[in-house]
């Protein structure tokens, strides 16, 4: 019995040895490819990350010294800094919903000419 499992596990290597070596070397660079794309998002992220981190003492700081400096009555003082509050909320959140958009991914990540490209071979 053992020579037969021997005889088939030959004739399967022989056979499909190349293609089995060919999937492997596909699947090594879909790894190797996975792993480079996981470090450019943690490298991304950290980016981010510092940017907002030094976004907001930039925005303190900035808000601080306008309270301090500015001549102005405390009233005219609260409506300067809360209209400012206002405008970097409203820009905070038109560019979260352009970051977070469908069309901006497929666009970003190639998708959408992926896409393009398989529908141009299905209509030929």
């Keep these: 019995m053992k020579f ?6 030959a004739l399967f290597q022989g056979a499909y040895g190349k293609v089995l ?6 699947f090594a660079a879909v790894y190797i490819d996975t792993v ?8 991304a992220g950290w980016i981010a990350f510092l940017g907002v981190l ?15 400096y500015l001549p102005w009555s405390t009233e005219t003082k609260a409506l300067a800094l809360l209209g400012l509050g206002l405008l970097y909320l409203l820009a905070a959140v ?6 977070l958009s469908r069309g901006f991914w497929l666009k970003h990540s190639k998708a959408e ?11 030929r």
Excluded at 4 to 9: A, G, Q, R, S, T
Excluded at 54 to 68: D, T, W
């Design 4 to 9: 037969i499992f021997d005889v088939l596990i």
């Design 21 to 26: 070596d060919l999937v492997k070397g596909e």
């Design 36 to 43: 480079e794309h996981t470090r450019r998002v943690f490298v």
């Design 54 to 68: 030094l976004g907001v003492c930039g925005f303190l700081f900035i808000h601080i010294a306008l309270y301090l």
């Design 94 to 99: 038109v560019s979260t919903m352009q970051l």
């Design 113 to 123: 000419a992926l896409l393009d490209s398989l529908s141009n071979k299905k209509s």
